[in-house]
């Protein structure tokens, strides 16, 4: 006889106590995004880093349109513009010591380049002479990756390799609002939460996935609330005030050091620019709104806080855009000119110990090669011929 | 002479070995998955591994296996040597992109700057009575991927010797462990283990000169049965055991074939678009004028992976396989 056929042997009791393992309060983000321009908290902020912020975001700004304007001259295969988020990029990149890592999304070139990496190298995937242009170990930046969230578990993985091997690393890793919502946000989150690595997830949300708004993206709350189900702390940010992204990304970075483990940061910002050039924006938003963003600029409101501290004055912003005009005219000139590609590196990097089969696909190649260089040789020889005939029989 | 100790041993334990000699040889080898750690996989080929070398070294993960891999990427970037166990076949799909986008393509994408080299361990295939979703053959899905190394054992000294290779090299190695022959056993000793022919090398598992059976993983035990039992119709049929699917080695196969001049390709995963199509062409290729008949396929049908009580109607065996060769136009040589 099963329990279940003991009629009245079995009496119900209540279940064994469930405790929630996490209170959820402290985990849950502020109502506001946090701010600090134009605020108290600002006169906090070491001036210095303010004036940093500002040439960053200054440079920022010449550089998207510096590669905006190289797509319509056919130099960029494509460029996702990241104008009007400069404030995420940059503070992204500044807040991180040397030592941490940067996993950036396709977007987020300009991340990459205000860490230190090379403008042109930078660009390589975007010119389409190369996927990745740059030795990822050499600024501990990852390659820009496409395919949305995918480069969450690398972030998540490589900060706990590294506190399993006793470094003092942490990884910040950058989503969009769109990638919120792909399987990898959630199991790198949820990775991220069980292990305690320390790492840093920073959602841009700048209000499209290409033409899809956040309303029909998500039905939480804010994207920081998602971190409360994981059982990490959440944060809300005005993703347009460098310094608040630099502050709030700060002490979340200072938490995954301490091995208190992750935070998602949602930084609330705006694209202020298409998905890409072959995006036409016009057909899913109001010329409205976007006005309503660009009274809300990063470079702005960054400008205002430091005239109004008498931190900035006229000699010192034309000296910023000076700056900024002579690392955008080093951009035009090097990118104007036609990069030097070897056939050859198709075969280069496949596998550490090519396939046979590689071998001779690539020996394959050589002989094309070979073939037409002799046909241009050829060619050359011939109209070299024509060249020393004599004048008379040329006319 | 010294004779050595050989005992019976299973494929499984064999495995078990080779993750534990890798990780005592190489502190960066890293072994994660679901249960792989208290319980020792539900194979149980990482048994004891937990016990012995930490959970920070033998991780129980969350049951995710796009985050197993997504993050075992991330921790080769930082220098180690990951080992990940996808529990079943079917259970790697939502790792595809991981897989695809990243494993494979890590290496390229940075120009040789950033290699991964991992081991993803995926037993696969069906004959075990599995229900749905834990018999499927992937193969032909890894084969399609440039940049991975695709490798699969048919015997315990196979299993030891092709698993270190994995995971000492530089290149990502999806490892396909046919589930039915984990406790498949062979005469080996597990406490001399010894090295194997390498990856990319296939092996004649026997020799003979009416035709070449070409196989691999759990299908060279079936062809070798069928090899016996060709004997009582005067066929003296060679198999030659694959061992790595990528890369693929043409000079084994070809010479084989040149020797025989029949061919039969068995595999039990589906046959349009599987390994089958590909290997029979690359024979085709290379041996056309000592072909005595067009090379043949014996493959699973092409249906999805059929319920446990009707496998055996779907999985290619001996009598599937003799028919094939029956069918090698033996009166053209009369």
């Known amino acids: 006889m099963t329990v279940m056929e003991q009629r009245g042997a079995y009496r119900p009791t209540p279940p064994p106590a469930w405790q929630p393992r996490t209170d959820p309060a402290p985990l849950l983000p502020d109502a506001l995004p946090h701010r600090v321009l134009g605020t108290r908290a600002a006169d906090r902020v070491d001036p210095d880093l303010l004036r940093r912020l500002y040439a960053e975001l200054v440079k920022g700004r010449r550089y998207n349109a510096q590669a905006t304007a190289l797509t319509k001259q056919g130099r960029l295969a494509v460029y996702p513009s990241s104008t009007g988020q400069e404030a995420c990029e940059v503070a992204a990149a500044l807040v991180l010591e040397e030592r941490d890592w940067l996993f950036p999304s396709y977007r987020d070139t300009l991340a990459a380049v205000a860490r230190g990496l090379d403008p042109v190298q930078a660009l390589t995937l975007l010119r389409g002479d190369r996927h990745t242009g740059y030795d990822p170990h050499e600024h501990r930046v990852a390659p820009l990756c496409t395919p949305l969230a995918t480069q969450l578990p690398h972030a998540v993985g490589l900060a706990h390799a590294a506190r399993l091997k006793g470094d003092d690393v942490v990884a910040l890793a950058l989503v969009g609002d769109g990638g919120t919502s792909e399987g990898d946000f959630h199991e790198a989150l949820n990775f991220a939460a069980v292990w305690q690595a320390p790492v840093v997830f920073l959602v841009q949300n700048n209000g499209f996935a290409i033409s899809v708004p956040l309303a029909k993206q998500t039905a939480a709350p804010s994207l920081a609330h998602k971190a409360v189900g994981y059982g990490m702390p959440g944060r809300l940010v005005d993703g347009n005030d460098a310094a608040a992204v630099h502050e709030v990304l700060g002490e979340a970075i200072a938490h995954a050091r301490a091995g208190l483990g992750p935070t998602l940061v949602e930084a609330v910002t705006y694209r202020m620019e298409a998905h890409t050039n072959a995006d036409d924006d016009k057909r899913y938003r109001e010329d409205a709104e976007v006005e309503a963003w660009r009274a809300h600029d990063p470079i702005a409101l960054m400008e205002h806080e430091l005239t109004e501290r008498g931190l900035l004055d006229e000699d010192g912003m034309r000296a910023v855009r000076e700056d900024a005009e002579a690392m955008a005219a080093d951009l035009r000139e090097r990118m104007n000119q036609d990069p030097a590609l070897d056939p050859m590196d198709l075969f280069a990097h496949v596998y550490a110990r090519p396939t046979p089969q590689l071998r001779e696909q690539e020996a394959q190649l050589r002989a094309e090669l070979d073939a037409e260089a002799r046909h241009h040789d050829d060619e050359d020889a011939h109209a070299d011929a024509h060249s020393h005939e004599p004048e008379g029989n040329t006319r | ?334």
Not at chain 2, 114 to 125: A, E, H, K, Q
């Open chain 2, 1 to 334: 002479m010294t004779t050595v100790a050989v005992k019976p041993a299973t494929m499984a334990q064999a495995l078990g070995r080779a993750l534990r000699d890798a990780m005592t040889d190489d502190p960066t080898v890293h072994v994660m998955g679901e249960d792989v750690g208290a319980l020792g996989g539900v194979f149980r080929v990482t048994d004891g591994l937990a016990k012995e070398f930490g959970e920070d070294r033998v991780t129980d993960t969350p049951l995710a296996e796009a985050g197993i891999l997504g993050t075992a990427v991330g921790m080769a970037m930082y220098g180690l040597r990951p080992v990940v166990e996808m529990q079943f076949d079917a259970f790697a799909y939502p790792a595809f992109e991981q897989l695809i986008s990243h494993v494979a393509k890590m290496r390229n994408r940075t120009r040789g700057a950033m290699p991964l080299p991992l081991t993803v361990r995926v037993p696969y295939g069906g004959g075990i009575g599995g229900v749905e979703h834990h018999s499927d053959s992937s193969e032909a899905y890894y084969m399609a991927t440039p940049g991975l190394h695709v490798v699969t054992p048919a015997t315990v000294a196979d299993a030891y010797g092709l698993l270190r290779e994995a995971i000492a090299s530089d290149d990502p190695v999806v490892f396909l462990e046919p589930k039915r022959l984990y406790w498949s056993k062979d005469a080996w000793n597990p406490d001399e283990p010894r090295a194997v022919e390498p990856i990319g090398r296939a092996v004649v598992r026997r020799p003979g000169r009416s035709a070449t059976l070409i196989t691999y993983g759990p299908s060279v035990p079936v062809c070798l049965e069928a090899a016996d039992a060709a004997r009582a119709e005067g066929w003296d049929l060679e198999v030659v055991d694959l061992r790595s699917l990528v890369p693929f080695d043409d000079e084994t196969v070809a010479a084989s074939v040149r020797r025989t001049g029949r061919a039969v390709v068995v595999h039990e995963s589906g046959g349009y678009g599987g390994p089958g199509g590909e290997i029979a062409a690359r024979v085709t290729e290379r041996c056309f004028h000592h072909l005595e008949a067009p090379v043949l396929r014996v493959a699973g049908f092409d249906i999805p992976y059929p319920p446990p009580m009707l496998e055996r109607h779907h999985l290619p065996g001996v009598d599937r396989i003799l028919d094939a060769v029956a069918r090698l136009q033996w009166e053209a040589q009369s």
